[in-house]
Nanobody, 117 residues
Framework: QVQLVESGGGLVQPGGSLRLSCTASGFIFSWYAMRWFRQAPGKERELVARITSDGGSPDYADSVKGRFTISRDNAKNTVYLQMNNLKSEDTAVYYC??????????WGQGTQVTVSS
């Protein structure tokens, strides 16, 4: 059974930090590129960050570049999103996604991040 379980969300003040984790099971994690998406109320889901299957070539949305860092530990079947200097506009549900060409995507259930004073 394929599962992606996110954790680490919560309420944080502007300028604060959070680290999201996403642990995978039920598929060969190291075969998949991993991505973090987010969806704010009333907005479309957007790609925040992505990383290749071997942990190389991280890539970020312009809105988070310099503040967020994606990383992965294939030995732990886990991908991380370190979020620093958080802003109110970062408030959203954050989703973990595993993607492999010819197979498709697996999605997590999402974790809420709220940035507010």
């Amino acid at each position: 059974q394929v599962q992606l379980v996110e954790s680490g969300g919560g309420l944080v003040q502007p300028g604060g930090s959070l680290r999201l984790s996403c642990t995978a099971s039920g598929f060969i994690f190291s075969w998949y590129a991993m991505r973090w998406f987010r969806q704010a109320p009333g907005k479309e889901r957007e790609l925040v960050a992505r990383i290749t299957s071997d942990g190389g070539s991280p890539d970020y949305a312009d809105s988070v570049k310099g503040r967020f860092t994606i990383s992965r530990d294939n030995a732990k079947n886990t991908v991380y999103l370190q979020m620093n200097n958080l802003k109110s506009e970062d408030t959203a549900v954050y989703y973990c996604n595993a993607w492999r060409a010819t197979i498709g995507s697996h999605w997590g259930q999402g974790t809420q991040v709220t940035v507010s004073s």
